[in-house]
């Protein structure tokens, strides 16, 4: 059985091993169905046949496979694959989580509210949700995404190149389940297409633009042209929507992303501005105080 964590390679060092692991595959390993790990596989290529129970669900790239440690699969490979395997334990997410604490129902009566907010990062990997709902298709632009942050973690966890490579790639594995929970989870199902539902897909492709371009430079202009959508129309979907503009929204957004990198890993607050971004430090720090009552370094700190 392979060792799905990822061990500090520094001579000397003496840190403990990060639960982690990525590999890539072009076929389904036996660790696939490992008890001790939650696994996000990304689809890349290819096509196969999912056996979960007495469910059978036809996987065709590019999608996400969302596997608690409970699920025990069997696969049929119905065209070549091409895989990108996440496997990590639910401390990844917060240190006390352990399987015992989370596959209990009612998290959030139990707990409070911010472990709830860590909960719902990995509510969608638990054995409470129904396995077909763990299974979703990507869009062209998504699986790029997805797979970036993959890449990125990826890369941290073999090249370890500084001090902070836990911790970054806690933070790209962090953000992947965001980018989840934000963009993928709240996009609708198809319905008839009807003016409100129209309206409320425009909105969630929207979102998902703007969770997908987290980094980059997103101004008002760049969203009317791409989604052919005036600033006044556009503001009103996310007045009704959100109760706020879309900018307010995407500031929001990054500051989540923001507080979920300060308080989970320990980069230094310029990379966590340009992450969120903001390529002036300065301006992150006074978007943020103004926001929570204290800068980045204080609210990390508290």
């Given at each position: 059985m392979a060792k799905l964590c990822t061990e500090c390679l520094w001579k000397g060092e003496?840190?403990?091993?990060?639960?982690l692991y990525a590999e890539r595959t072009s076929t389904v390993p036996e660790h696939i169905n490992d008890d001790t790990r939650y696994k996000l596989i990304i689809v890349d290529k290819g096509r196969l046949k999912i056996i979960s129970g007495d469910k059978t669900l036809d996987v065709e790239a590019p999608s996400i496979v969302m596997l608690s440690q409970k699920d025990k699969i069997k696969v049929k490979i119905l065209k070549p694959l091409k895989l990108e395997i996440l496997y990590f334990h639910p401390s990844a997410v917060r240190e006390d989580f352990v399987f015992e604490r989370i596959d209990k129902d009612g998290f959030k009566d139990r707990y409070g509210q911010l472990i709830y907010?860590?909960?719902?990062?990995?509510e969608s990997f638990t054995s409470i949700k129904p396995f077909t709902d763990r299974v979703i298709p990507l869009g062209h632009y998504t699986v790029a995404r997805v797979k970036n942050l993959f890449s990125s973690c990826e890369s941290e966890l073999a090249g370890q190149k500084d001090e902070f490579w836990p911790c970054r790639s806690r933070s790209y594995f962090m953000e992947i389940l965001f980018f989840i929970n934000y963009s993928l989870l709240n996009a609708f199902p198809e319905e008839e297409e009807s003016r409100e539902v129209q309206e409320r897909k425009e909105f969630a492709s929207i979102c998902e633009y703007l969770n997908e371009n987290i980094e980059?430079?997103?101004?008002l202009e760049k969203i009317t042209?791409?989604?052919?959508?005036?600033?006044?129309?556009?503001?009103?979907?996310?007045?009704?929507?959100?109760?706020?503009?879309?900018?307010?929204?995407?500031?929001?957004?990054?500051?989540?992303?923001?507080?979920?990198?300060?308080?989970?890993?320990?980069?230094?607050v310029s990379e966590v501005s340009a992450r969120v971004g903001f390529t002036d430090p300065v301006y992150f720090t006074k978007v943020f105080k103004k926001i929570y009552g204290k800068t980045p370094t204080e609210f990390r700190r508290s």
């Open positions: 003496d840190w403990i091993a990060v639960p907010q860590d909960y719902l990062l990995i980059e430079k997103i101004t042209s791409r989604f052919h959508i005036n600033r006044n129309k556009l503001n009103d979907l996310f007045m009704k929507n959100t109760s706020m503009t879309c900018l307010s929204y995407l500031e929001g957004l990054r500051m989540d992303l923001a507080k979920i990198f300060l308080v989970k890993t320990a980069l230094p």
